[in-house]
Nanobody
């Protein structure tokens, strides 16, 4: 069955960096668009970034463009999100998704606080 497992979250100070990973199994990873989403307390889940099946066409939410980079390693069935210059408003649970939400991981908590 399809499984998506996120890792790499944690507590970081403003201005810091984190790299999230999402390991996929149960489907042909290299055939699908993949995306990262986040949900802050009291807010709806929002898409942060997405990437084409072969790593092209990355797209970003305006709030993270220039600070976050989405990438993938199809040989490892793994999706990444490099997050730099983190801000307190980046705090939330980060989820990876196949395409734009047909399957979700369990999420990983990112907290940006001094």
């Amino acid at each position: 069955q399809v499984q998506l497992v996120e890792s790499g979250g944690g507590l970081v100070q403003p201005g810091g960096s984190l790299r999230l990973s999402c390991t996929a199994s149960g489907f042909t990873f290299s055939s699908y668009i993949m995306s990262w989403h986040r949900q802050a307390p009291g807010h709806e889940r929002e898409m942060v970034a997405n990437i084409g099946p072969t790593g092209g066409w990355p797209n970003y939410a305006d709030s993270v463009r220039g600070r976050f980079t989405i990438s993938r390693d199809n040989a490892k069935n793994t999706l990444y999100l490099q997050m730099n210059s983190l801000k307190p408003e980046d705090t939330g649970v980060y989820y990876c998704s196949r395409v734009f939400g047909d399957y979700w991981g369990q999420g990983t908590q990112v907290t940006v606080s001094s």
